[in-house]
């Protein structure tokens, strides 16, 4: 059994620890580490005791029954400015010397081979059985495939490669990882199609490949994995439909396979992803209508994404039933007909996009909707809007700017729009609630980092 030491080797003055040896063979291994990383860093003589209670920042170890101490975690590179892990040279390499640390549970490379290209060395590979998170962050020369070695890595539960020069394809045998519950393999340069044996992967609670060229189609084995609560596919060069299988992801929080090259409907299956906070489909060459069932279930839709879709049809009215919907992008696709009504109801909404579309018709929304949400409203490119004849002069900038008066009195008859004189919305007694919580797209995708 393993006792945590950390807190009590950075409180106390370290004279109490005295009886706790540290394994000679492990302490030689972490030096070549250590050298290997920064060689102009006379480690031995910066830190000749006990590298355990009096090594660099970033290593760290657990006590054994027997009082023995044991490297347990290694982290280099400054990931915030006030941890002081060892920084890299910029000849920096990986010591296969880190096989002779067993205990090994947590490896961490930040911001450390960006210079001197390096091939991911097969030592990776080999840390062991004990090794529980491996992540190597913004290396941008650090390259080469991964093997299919890393089958071995039994107990990883976390595999972040993110932001490196990784090329090649995803090796199937990843699916024997089984306890990962979160692989991130963005931001590289990965080919290849997504193996169906990430299906196996039951604990996954966060799959992200996005950023890289993976080609071929959404594998329907990715519905079995049902923890998953973030899906980020995006900016790759997928192809195929969305298969209509993944609608079983019901713990689903984000689903992003914009900037894809996806065909077909969007299924109504998706409907049943009753968690899902943000929907990002933007940029595909779908086809069809924008699906009109399928958002009733999804009341805890925050954002929806759906511009340069290839989507035609009707703007469906349900959207505007979505309780808590902060964004919502439709621009550029084919969508036709008038703005449903409904839209202009979206308590919490931040920005509304409808713009390079072919919407014509009477703007459906009260004048305070307009001035309160600014310049966030965004409908240009859709020649056929028109505004009633008493609506009142909004700033430049406004969506409004540029639509003509409708000059048919059929819409004025038909269609209830409720302006407002433009001194009630200046004096802001405003009765539309400003709750809103501010958080454009980009943004929302953080919070489940
Ligand atoms: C290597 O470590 C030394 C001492 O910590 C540091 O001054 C130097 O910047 C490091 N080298 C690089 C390239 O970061
Ligand atoms: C790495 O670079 C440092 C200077 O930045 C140099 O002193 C050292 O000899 C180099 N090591 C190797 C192995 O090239
Ligand atoms: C998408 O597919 C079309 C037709 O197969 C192809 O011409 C186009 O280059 C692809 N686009 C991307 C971004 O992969
Ligand atoms: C709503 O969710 C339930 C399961 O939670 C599902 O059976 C039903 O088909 C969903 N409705 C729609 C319209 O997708
Ligand atoms: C979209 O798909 C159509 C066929 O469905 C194809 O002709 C077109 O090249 C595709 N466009 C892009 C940008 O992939
Ligand atoms: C609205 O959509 C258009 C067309 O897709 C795009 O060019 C524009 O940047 C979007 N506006 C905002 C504020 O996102």
């Given at each position: 059994m393993l006792i945590v030491l950390l807190a009590l080797a950075a409180t106390a003055d370290g004279q109490a620890f005295d009886d706790y040896e540290m394994a000679s063979d492990e302490a030689e291994a972490a030096y070549d580490v250590l050298e290997a990383i920064n060689g102009s860093v006379p480690w031995r003589t910066l830190h000749p005791d006990n590298l355990c209670l009096f090594g660099p920042h970033g290593l760290n170890c657990d006590i054994d029954e027997n009082n023995v101490l044991h490297v347990v975690e290694f982290n280099f590179g400054w990931v915030a400015e006030s941890d002081n892990n060892a920084q890299c040279n910029r000849n920096a390499t990986i010591s296969a010397s880190l096989m002779k640390l067993p205990y090994l549970k947590k490896l961490l490379f930040y911001n450390c081979f960006t210079e001197e290209q390096i091939e991911i060395p097969s030592v990776i590979w080999s840390l062991g059985a004990s090794l529980q998170h491996l992540v190597f962050m913004r290396n941008s020369a650090l390259v080469g495939q991964l093997s299919g070695e890393l089958a071995k890595l039994s107990q990883l539960e976390r595999l972040v490669l993110m932001d490196n020069g990784l090329e090649g394809p995803i090796p199937p045998e990843i699916g024997r990882l089984t306890k990962l519950s979160q692989l991130v393999l963005s931001g590289n340069k990965l080919t290849g199609s997504i193996p169906d044996a990430i299906g196996s992967l039951q604990l996954l609670k966060l799959l992200d490949l996005n950023a890289n060229r993976l080609q071929g189609g959404i594998p329907a084995a990715i519905s079995q994995l049902s923890k998953l609560e973030k899906l980020d596919l995006s900016s790759n060069a997928l192809t195929n439909g969305i298969p209509s299988q993944l609608g079983s992801l019901t713990s689903l929080q984000l689903l992003d396979l914009s900037h894809n090259n996806l065909t077909g409907c969007i299924p109504e299956s998706l409907g049943s992803m009753n968690q899902v906070r943000i929907i990002q489909l933007s940029s595909n060459n779908f086809s069809g209508d924008v699906p009109n069932s399928i958002w009733l279930n999804l009341t805890h839709l925050v954002g929806l994404g759906l511009s340069n879709a290839g989507l035609e049809g009707m703007i469906p009215p349900s959207l505007g039933e979505l309780p808590h919907l902060n964004y919502l992008d439709l621009s550029n696709n084919k969508l036709a007909g008038t703005i449903p009504f409904t839209l202009g109801h979206l308590l919490h909404v931040y920005q509304i996009n409808l713009s390079h579309n072919d919407l014509f018709g009477l703007?459906?929304?009260s004048a305070e909707f307009v001035s309160k949400m600014g310049r966030n409203l965004l409908l240009r490119g859709n020649r056929g809007l028109c505004l009633g004849s008493d609506w009142p002069l909004l700033p430049k900038?406004?969506?409004?700017?540029g639509l003509a008066t409708c000059n048919n009195e059929y819409w004025a008859s038909n269609i209830v729009q409720q302006p407002f004189p433009l001194t009630h919305i200046l004096s802001g007694s405003s009765h539309v609630s400003q709750s809103a919580i501010v958080m454009p797209m980009s943004l929302i995708g953080l919070v489940f980092l």
């Open positions: 703007l459906p929304f900038g406004f969506a409004t700017e």
